[in-house]
T-cell receptor, first 113, second 109 residues
Framework: DVKVTQSSRYLVKRTGEKVFLECVQD?????MFWYRQDPGLGLRLIYF???????EKGDIPEGYSVSREKKERFSLILESASTNQTSMYLC????????????FGPGTRLTVL | TQLLEQSPQFLSIQEGENLTVYCNSS?????LQWYRQEPGEGPVLLVT?????EVKKLKRLTFQFGDARKDSSLHITAAQPGDTGLYLC?????????FGTGTRLTIIP
């Protein structure tokens, strides 16, 4: 089974802190994605990566950056957390662009005070 | 970015009843996926529909893609508590998924 794990299920941070959200997949997938999920808005794509060291902006990249130094790990970084970044963050992966299905992690619920 | 609207936003029904939820778009879908997200978990793919008019069945779930490929529906027969969750439709555009707003379904035992 594909396994996508996220470093924390719940996280509480203060405004202005630098926040790292880690995602690891164990199936040698090429592509990885970061979404945020808010009630009534569905999932919105923040950043994605088609390969190691590659990154592309999604629909809402402002206030975020990412890092993909190894194929299995994709990190989301909030340089200076703000209260409007309180949300559920979901990581996903898929084998490659020829595959339609994405495999999701369980999510990290981030609260910024 | 195409807007995918799902309705209803919330639905709460008794075990054993039937239900239908909808996904509508402002333009033609290339292909459409349905995901289910259970509490505390990430979304899991249920089905992908590609052809206008296509119908796919997954046990008690029936997925239909509109003839004009601008809408899709998910029908659940004899709902069970295990069907509880958030149902999301998503369109694949340029190798990326655009998700709908979701229908939160609660089945009452």
């Amino acid at each position: 089974d594909v396994k996508v794990t996220q470093s924390s299920r719940y996280l509480v941070k203060r405004t202005g802190e630098k926040v790292f959200l880690e995602c690891v997949q164990d199936m040698d997938h090429e592509n990885m994605f970061w979404y945020r999920q808010d009630p009534g808005l569905g999932l919105r794509l923040i950043y994605f990566s088609y390969d190691v060291k590659m990154k592309e902006k999604g629909d809402i990249p402002e206030g975020y950056s990412v890092s993909r130094e190894k194929k299995e790990r994709f990190s989301l970084i909030l340089e200076s957390a703000s209260t409007n970044q309180t949300s559920m963050y979901l990581c996903a992966s898929r084998p490659g662009i020829d595959y339609n299905e994405q495999f999701f992690g369980p999510g990290t619920r981030l609260t910024v005070l | 970015t195409q807007l995918l609207e799902q309705s209803p936003q919330f639905l709460s029904i008794q075990e054993g009843e039937n239900l239908t939820v909808y996904c509508n778009s402002s333009s033609v879908f290339s292909s459409l996926q349905w995901y289910r997200q259970e509490p505390g978990e990430g979304p899991v793919l249920l089905v992908t529909v590609v052809t206008g008019g296509e119908v796919k069945k997954l046990k008690r779930l029936t997925f239909q893609f509109g003839d004009a490929r601008k809408d899709s529906s998910l029908h659940i027969t004899a709902a069970q508590p295990g069907d509880t969750g958030l149902y999301l439709c998503a369109e694949l555009v340029n190798e990326k998924l655009t998700f709908g707003t979701g229908t939160r379904l609660t089945i009452i035992p």
